[in-house]
């Protein structure tokens, strides 16, 4: 039997560290439905019961999670935001900022899946719900998301096909001008 993960022991953690190379501005401050990308992002880690939200890479905010070596990607991120949260939190909720059509639909089977077990989308690494306290950021030289994730033996959910569209990242302008207008 598994149970879900305690709501409010959960925190959400937006991963807005990027340089934002393609799109040629911060794409936190991308604004899209009334909200930017960010305040989309903690409206929904909010609904989904996670507390507190952070916010990774953004030491210039109040909520902020500095990167301790900027530049290396958003695997070391989650390394560094999981040594942030450890002891307070029970496990947290990784969101990359740049996925704005995501739903708690999509967030909370990762939250109630094993809150002792690392979990996510077969086929797609981010979002994912990582344990806090299981792995020590300075035992760990990974590159990728997908091999931490293996390093966490992740349990990988079969996503459902109305899902697929909303994992998308939204990286160039390009990809900005395909985000549908209308809710």
Same mark, same amino acid.
């Given at each position: 039997?598994?149970?879900?993960?305690?709501?409010?022991?959960?925190?959400?953690?937006?991963?807005?560290?990027?340089?934002?190379?393609?799109?040629?501005?911060?794409?936190?401050?991308?604004?899209?439905?009334?909200?930017?990308?960010?305040?989309?992002?903690?409206?929904?880690?909010?609904?989904?019961?996670?507390?507190?939200?952070?916010?990774?890479?953004? @030491?210039? *905010?109040?909520?902020?999670?500095?990167?301790?070596?900027?530049?290396?990607? %958003? #695997? !070391? =991120?989650?390394?560094? /935001?999981?040594?942030?949260?450890?002891?307070?939190?029970?496990?947290?909720?990784?969101?990359?900022?740049?996925? @704005?059509? *995501?739903?708690?639909?999509?967030?909370?089977?990762?939250?109630?899946?094993? %809150? #002792? !077990? =690392?979990?996510?989308? /077969?086929?797609?690494?981010?979002?994912?719900?990582?344990?806090?306290?299981?792995?020590?950021?300075?035992?760990?030289?990974?590159?990728?998301?997908?091999?931490?994730?293996?390093?966490?033996?992740?349990?990988?959910?079969?996503?459902?096909?109305?899902?697929?569209?909303?994992?998308?990242?939204?990286?160039?302008?390009?990809?900005?001008?395909?985000?549908?207008?209308?809710?």
């Amino acid at each position: 039997m598994t149970r879900a993960a305690d709501p409010a022991s959960t925190a959400g953690i937006i991963l807005a560290g990027g340089q934002s190379r393609r799109m040629g501005q911060d794409k936190a401050d991308i604004g899209y439905r009334g909200q930017t990308f960010l305040e989309r992002a903690k409206t929904l880690l909010y609904a989904t019961g996670c507390n507190p939200v952070r916010v990774s890479g953004r @030491p210039d *905010l109040p909520d902020g999670i500095p990167d301790r070596e900027p530049g290396q990607g %958003p #695997a !070391r =991120a989650i390394l560094d /935001a999981l040594a942030v949260i450890s002891g307070t939190s029970s496990g947290a909720l990784f969101i990359p900022v740049d996925m @704005p059509l *995501l739903e708690p639909d999509d967030l909370l089977p990762l939250m109630t899946n094993n %809150p #002792a !077990r =690392a979990c996510a989308w /077969a086929g797609h690494p981010l979002p994912a719900y990582l344990p806090a306290g299981t792995i020590s950021p300075a035992q760990v030289e990974i590159r990728s998301v997908k091999n931490l994730l293996a390093r966490f033996d992740a349990a990988w959910l079969k996503p459902h096909a109305e899902q697929a569209g909303r994992f998308s990242n939204i990286n160039s302008p390009a990809d900005l001008t395909s985000l549908p207008r209308s809710e």
